[in-house]
């Protein structure tokens, strides 16, 4: 089982989201666990209150250290292992291969949610990483730790109901997805691609390769490394029919 804590001003931000969906069923399963601390519940302070003025004047509040440091030796007192993560827009970005990193390694991953101009900077002092979800400002750690947990429990076999769909989501691979089509066949003169209706797997299985090339190499082309032999040889033949796209020559031939 998968195991997170959270440490948060906002529980009820990270309770909501966690009731829902493929995250709702797999805690529901007890495929994973997250524990949600509430800061306030860690400060001596009479009114609760977790923060202050910054040191040296400016803008906002900071976040005070003290409450941080309780619920962080709290969780750590049963000597479990454990990587305490600050999500923090100055940390190393997250992507699925980290989520991946995370996933293998086998200890509890604690998330630390900042509010506010941030937090005490002596808070570097007794975590492990930062963490960040992009480049970019949110106003709390709370949707990076969602983020987080989402893409991890994803990971945890059982915890979708095909485990194919995971492996063949974007990045899992190395490139980007395939294109998808549902019901109807035709939705206001746009058709789905002849080949999805065909019932022949083999043929299926090329054009969603191909495509899946052929979205990576549109969107991400920094994405396409160490192909195979096969994926090689289907960015070769998109490349040339990229080429006779553009001199004007069309091929309906392809996949009839
Ligand atoms: C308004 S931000 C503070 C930003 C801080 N003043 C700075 O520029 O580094 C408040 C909190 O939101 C979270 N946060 C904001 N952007 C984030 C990002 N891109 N990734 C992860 N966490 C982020 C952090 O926990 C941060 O402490």
């Given at each position: 089982?998968?195991?997170?804590?959270?440490?948060?001003?906002?529980?009820?931000?990270?309770?909501?989201?966690?009731?829902?969906?493929?995250?709702?069923?797999?805690?529901?399963?007890?495929?994973?666990?997250?524990?949600?601390?509430?800061?306030?519940?860690?400060?001596?302070?009479?009114?609760?209150?977790?923060?202050?003025?910054?040191?040296?004047?400016?803008?906002?509040?900071?976040?005070?250290?003290?409450?941080?440091?309780?619920?962080?030796?709290?969780?750590?007192?049963?000597?479990?292992?454990?990587?305490?993560?600050?999500?923090?827009?100055?940390?190393?970005v997250?992507s699925q291969k980290v989520?991946q990193?995370?996933?293998?390694?086998?200890?509890?991953?604690?998330?630390?949610?900042?509010?506010?101009?941030?937090?005490?900077?002596?808070?570097?002092?007794?975590?492990?990483?930062?963490?960040?979800?992009?480049?970019?400002?949110?106003?709390?750690?709370?949707?990076?730790?969602?983020?987080?947990?989402?893409?991890?429990?994803?990971?945890?076999?059982?915890?979708?109901?095909?485990?194919?769909?995971?492996k063949e989501d974007s990045f899992m691979r190395g490139f980007l997805d395939y294109p998808?089509?549902?019901?109807?066949?035709?939705?206001?003169?746009?058709?789905?691609?002849?080949?999805?209706?065909?019932?022949?797997?083999?043929?299926?299985a090329l054009w969603r390769k191909k495509e899946a090339l052929r979205n990576t190499l549109q969107k991400r082309p920094d994405l396409l490394k160490n192909l195979s032999n096969e994926e090689m040889q289907i960015l070769k033949e998109l490349c040339s029919e990229i080429n006779r796209n553009i001199?004007?020559?069309?091929?309906?031939?392809?996949?009839?």
């Amino acid at each position: 089982m998968k195991e997170f804590d959270v440490l948060t001003i906002f529980p009820e931000l990270i309770e909501c989201y966690l009731i829902h969906g493929v995250i709702g069923k797999a805690l529901n399963k007890g495929l994973a666990e997250v524990k949600i601390h509430n800061l306030r519940d860690f400060t001596s302070d009479k009114h609760k209150k977790v923060d202050d003025s910054p040191y040296g004047g400016g803008a906002g509040m900071v976040m005070q250290i003290e409450s941080f440091y309780n619920v962080i030796n709290y969780i750590k007192s049963d000597g479990q292992p454990r990587k305490v993560v600050l999500l923090s827009p100055q940390g190393r970005v997250f992507s699925q291969k980290v989520a991946q990193e995370f996933y293998n390694e086998n200890q509890e991953l604690v998330l630390v949610c900042g509010r506010y101009e941030g937090i005490d900077e002596r808070i570097k002092n007794i975590i492990d990483e930062e963490i960040s979800i992009g480049d970019y400002i949110i106003s709390g750690g709370e949707l990076a730790a969602l983020v987080i947990i989402d893409s991890i429990v994803r990971l945890i076999p059982g915890a979708l109901g095909d485990e194919s769909s995971a492996k063949e989501d974007s990045f899992m691979r190395g490139f980007l997805d395939y294109p998808q089509y549902t019901r109807p066949e035709e939705f206001n003169g746009m058709r789905v691609p002849n080949v999805l209706l065909s019932g022949d797997h083999k043929k299926i299985a090329l054009w969603r390769k191909k495509e899946a090339l052929r979205n990576t190499l549109q969107k991400r082309p920094d994405l396409l490394k160490n192909l195979s032999n096969e994926e090689m040889q289907i960015l070769k033949e998109l490349c040339s029919e990229i080429n006779r796209n553009i001199l004007g020559v069309h091929d309906e031939s392809v996949y009839n």
